[in-house]
């Protein structure tokens, strides 16, 4: 997206990025930090910082405030530099805080926002290659014009692209307002222009506050124009509430799941399923209604996802079928050709190719061979309350419904054990297994319990 008139110098240069996340977010309601709070399974400002990686920046620095552990915590294992924000008196005054971090640096910035986390790295390439054109502008401001335009500060333009006036909307006049283009507070200037100018914009209006946009009035007042890129209107979601956090919610899913159906993935019932952010979905697999992925998810290609499971964590490889009602938790790898049916739980368990858990099972710290079948109601008891242990079954192997296999244990290959076996000792290869008490029968006991107890009754 960038032009050939573009001076290859401009798109070489360091590039800075700033992003301010110092905002109390108190419409959240939360503990959590408002730019923490996640999008499929993401925080918000990861997902902003995982583009602008794309760019490949030479500095980070995100700006913050109260609760500015919890996002030093998130961000510092980045990378990322941080600066604080101590009194929140507005955008300018919070990218003014990141000024220091930007010492000896020579390139161009972009402001960007911890809480707008869907602005793409194509619409951001733009805003630099729009800084570096023939025309020289000294400010790239991102615009959208959304459905409702609302409370969003306006852009009036001039001719072209060039930004005749920015005005926030509490000090925008009627005319001002009727207008559809608005600022999405995100814009792109070189960091010389930037330290010039900060300290040249003004707290002169009704919040008393130090406002980003003002930098376009000071570049003007040297003769220097501002001009405006047009981003969709859902890169400049700004997300405030739970409310808004939900709208994002969805339009995230949405757009995922259209992504996945249009590079071979069929969704029976679209809006019914819920995608991770790092969810990895290969073409010809199938996902029934109701699925919930968590976060770390792999499935090869063919796979089959029954309704009502719920997968995090877990690799599941090619033609396996899964659910429903299957519950996979995190280290569940399910090989070739795989089956976990109905209400089977799997963690830390490895189920080898052709292998088959059909119904009513619980594999954990387990390994199972290939071509191996789990009855229905079994389970690896693989936690002594201190400990986790696990259990090894062989390929082939067969276990009898509603059995317990005790950890450390392993069963070898092609053996089998009897239902109901509660199996505390290794069974070797090709052998029978069975532990449970020696089943014995009273003739005419159950007759003689029901005369007893149909006395009982009536002299009660």
């Given at each position: ?18 992003i301010?996340?110092a905002?109390q ?5 939360s ?13 918000m ?6 583009t602008?990686?794309?760019l490949s ?10 609760g ?13 530099r941080?600066?604080f924000?101590?009194d929140q008196?507005?955008?300018a ?9 930007l010492?000896g ?28 054109a023939p ?14 335009a ?5 852009v009036?333009?001039?001719a072209?692209?060039?930004?005749a006036?920015m005005?926030?909307?509490?000090d ?7 207008a559809t ?7 792109a ?11 040249l ?8 506050e130090?406002?980003?946009?003002d930098?376009v009035?000071?570049?003007a ?5 501002a ?6 209107p859902?890169e400049?979601i700004g997300?405030n ?9 969805a339009?995230w899913?949405q ?6 159906m249009?590079a ?6 679209a ?29 090869a290609?063919?796979a089959?996802?029954?309704g009502f ?6 690799t599941i490889?090619?033609?396996?079928e ?5 519950r996979?938790?995190?280290g ?5 050709g795989?089956k ?29 061979g290939?071509?191996a ?8 008891c693989n ?30 290959a092609?053996?089998?054990v009897?239902?109901?076996s ?13 532990a449970?008490?020696?089943q014995k029968?009273?003739?005419?006991w ?9 006395a009982k009754?009536?002299?009660?």
């Amino acid at each position: 997206m960038t032009s050939p008139d573009t001076p290859a110098a401009l798109l070489a240069a360091p590039l800075a990025v700033i992003i301010l996340a110092a905002g109390q977010g108190t419409r959240m309601k939360s503990a959590t930090h408002k730019v923490l709070h996640p999008i499929a399974g993401k925080p918000m400002l990861l997902h902003l910082l995982d583009t602008v990686a794309a760019l490949s920046p030479a500095r980070e620095i995100v700006v913050v405030g109260k609760g500015r552990e919890q996002v030093e915590a998130a961000v510092l294992p980045r990378g990322v530099r941080t600066a604080f924000q101590a009194d929140q008196l507005g955008t300018a005054h919070a990218v003014a805080q990141a000024l220091p971090a930007l010492d000896g640096f020579d390139g161009n910035v972009l402001i960007l926002y911890g809480d707008t986390p869907f602005v793409g790295a194509d619409t951001l390439r733009s805003m630099i290659a729009r800084l570096g054109a023939p025309d020289a502008p000294g400010i790239v401001v991102l615009t959208h014009t959304p459905p409702d335009a609302g409370a969003y500060g306006r852009v009036i333009l001039g001719a072209g692209d060039r930004v005749a006036k920015m005005v926030e909307y509490k000090d925008a006049s009627p005319a001002e307002r009727s207008a559809t283009l608005c600022n999405s507070g995100m814009m792109a200037l070189s960091a010389a222009n930037l330290r010039r100018w900060m300290p040249l914009v003004g707290n002169d209006n009704a919040a008393k506050e130090y406002y980003l946009p003002d930098l376009v009035t000071v570049a003007a007042g040297e003769g220097i124009a501002a001009v405006a890129v047009e981003g969709a209107p859902i890169e400049a979601i700004g997300i405030n509430s739970r409310a808004e956090l939900a709208a994002a919610e969805a339009e995230w899913q949405q757009r995922r799941r259209a992504e996945m159906m249009a590079a071979g993935v069929t969704l029976i019932d679209a809006p019914s399923v819920w995608l991770a952010a790092d969810t990895v979905i290969a073409a010809d697999v199938t996902i029934e209604p109701n699925v919930f992925f968590g976060p770390g998810v792999t499935i090869a290609s063919g796979a089959t996802i029954r309704g009502f499971s719920h997968i995090e964590g877990a690799t599941i490889g090619a033609n396996c079928e899964v659910g429903p009602f299957a519950r996979l938790r995190p280290g569940a790898v399910m090989d070739e050709g795989a089956k976990v049916g109905n209400f089977v739980e799997m963690k830390k368990a490895r189920l080898g190719p052709g292998a088959k858990a059909n119904h009513l099972t619980y594999l954990g710290d387990a390994d199972v061979g290939a071509k191996a079948n789990i009855g229905a109601g079994t389970i690896t008891c693989n936690y002594d309350g201190y400990f986790k242990y696990r259990t090894v079954i062989g390929e082939g192997a067969f276990i009898g419904s509603n059995s317990a296999l005790v950890a450390p244990v392993t069963i070898g290959a092609g053996a089998i054990v009897g239902a109901g076996s509660v199996v505390t000792k290794d069974v070797e290869p090709d052998a029978l297994g069975i532990a449970r008490p020696e089943q014995k029968g009273l003739a005419g006991w159950a007759k003689r319990f029901r005369g007893r107890q149909t006395a009982k009754k009536e002299i009660s």
